[in-house]
């Protein structure tokens, strides 16, 4: 995590992202990354496309990570293709309309303890920054279901 330099570059637009949602933080953009990982790996179209289903993010600040995920996959409640489930641990999984296609996405350890350690406003704005150039592959576990 110390170096998120990437092969698989996912662009970020911080400023749609916090226009939406009001303010900077790393599970907003996390949700961003996940949104857009699962876009690309099941080649999903963006809105109508695919659908998400949220676990272990009822509360804030790990709510937020829904903003994320409706603002980079197009998965919104107004258009029902979003659903948030109680759970121990966060984990979303995506689905590809089209062909079913599945892939659930969760937290590595490291990146759950480096959350779990961040101390006030300006820590957690400065953990956001450094994720926006993060390899997804580096923070996320994958499982795939079927491609
Ligand atoms: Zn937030």
């Given at each position: 995590m110390q170096n998120c330099n990437s092969k698989l570059k996912i662009k970020i637009d911080l400023k749609k992202a916090v226009d939406f949602h009001g303010h900077l933080g790393p599970y907003l953009i996390l949700g961003m990354l996940m949104g857009e990982l699962a876009l690309k790996k099941l080649k999903a179209k963006k809105h109508f496309g695919i659908e998400a289903i949220v676990r272990g993010?009822?509360?804030?600040p790990k709510s937020c990570l829904i903003d994320g995920i409706q603002i980079s996959a197009g998965c919104t409640y107004g258009k029902g293709n979003i659903k948030k489930m109680n759970g121990r641990q966060i984990q979303v999984l995506f689905c590809?309309?089209?062909?079913n296609a599945k892939m659930k996405i969760s937290f590595k350890k490291d990146l759950i303890r480096r959350l779990d350690g961040i101390k006030g406003h300006v820590d957690s704005e400065k953990f956001a920054r450094k994720l926006v150039?993060?390899?997804?592959l580096e923070l996320f576990q994958i499982l795939n279901y079927n491609f």
């Open positions: 993010a009822s509360e804030k590809n309309l089209r062909n150039g993060c390899n997804p």
